[in-house]
């Protein structure tokens, strides 16, 4: 089946889904065995239905798309711990995946910043919610909020996702993160989780470049730093907290000027 329950983490037991729809269809056939033993003296209409809940279930449990919900069974952290460690929210929302190379649509997603983990959820043919960490060496990208996540490798980080925002030749990356903080001045929260933090780099011959106002900003542009200066003052833009939409105008502008396009300073 390839989909299999475990935990890296701590006493959870892993086996492979396999085995475990294996063990629920055997309860289910035992129960069905009975209903056929039991339908004996009741004509043949129970035993057809039997077969017909076997069928059913058999079916729904192995149709599901293996390649998709192959992971590891997310368990929330029994910790108290006072906010969410989800980006943006702790419920699952809409998206988008690329699991080994094939893309699903209209997934519930939530995005888990502690521990880097995108989380799955869905319905359980045999009733109930199931909620799964998707393999991260199998995801290339993702969305989530009408957000880009992209898996990159550089060798000062190792594999991590990173929101992706292009403008022209320009690539623009933002790296999202949380803390767990141990707390003392709550009773009844042994920790915190804190507000979600960005970096964010301009990608440059494959470095990564990070900005962390304008200042930094300027100096990646260097010959232009005149220029893009006018553009963040005339856009009255805060660059440590600004939003995406104007992050790609204030890009595109500078493409134009590294590109030598002729440009206006103050569309």
Not at 102 to 128: H, M, R, S, T
Request: glycine share 6%; net charge negative; with cysteine.
């Amino acid at each position: 089946m390839g989909f299999f329950l475990s935990s890296g983490y701590g006493d959870h037991v892993s086996i492979f889904v396999g085995n475990y729809l294996k063990t629920n269809l055997s309860y289910l056939i035992s129960g069905i065995f009975l209903l056929f033993i039991l339908s004996d003296s009741r004509g043949q209409t129970n035993k057809s239905l039997a077969a017909d809940i076997l069928y059913s279930h058999f079916n729904a449990l192995y149709k599901l798309d293996q390649n998709l919900i192959n992971g590891v069974k997310y368990y929330k952290s029994p910790e108290s711990v006072s906010g969410s460690e989800f980006f943006l929210d702790e419920k699952s929302s809409s998206g988008n995946i690329t699991v080994n190379g094939i893309k699903y649509q209209n997934v519930l997603l939530k995005y888990d910043l502690i521990n880097q983990d995108v989380i799955l959820e869905y319905d359980f043919p045999l009733g109930g919610k199931m909620q799964i960490i998707i393999d991260d060496e199998k995801i290339t990208e993702f969305g989530i909020f009408e957000k880009t996540f992209k898996k990159y490798h550089f060798p000062s980080a190792g594999d991590r996702f990173f929101q992706t925002i292009t403008a022209g030749n320009i690539v623009c990356l933002i790296y999202w993160s949380k803390m767990r903080i141990p707390t003392s001045s709550s009773l009844q929260y042994a920790y915190l989780y804190s507000e979600e933090n960005r970096k964010t780099y301009l990608l440059m011959e494959n470095q990564l470049c990070q900005f962390t106002g304008q200042g930094s900003f300027l100096k990646l542009f260097p010959g232009h730093e005149d220029e893009v200066r006018r553009y963040i003052k005339n856009h009255n833009l805060e660059m440590r907290n600004i939003s995406d939409e104007n992050l790609v105008r204030l890009l595109e502008y500078c493409d134009d000027l590294v590109s030598n396009v002729p440009t206006d300073t103050i569309r």
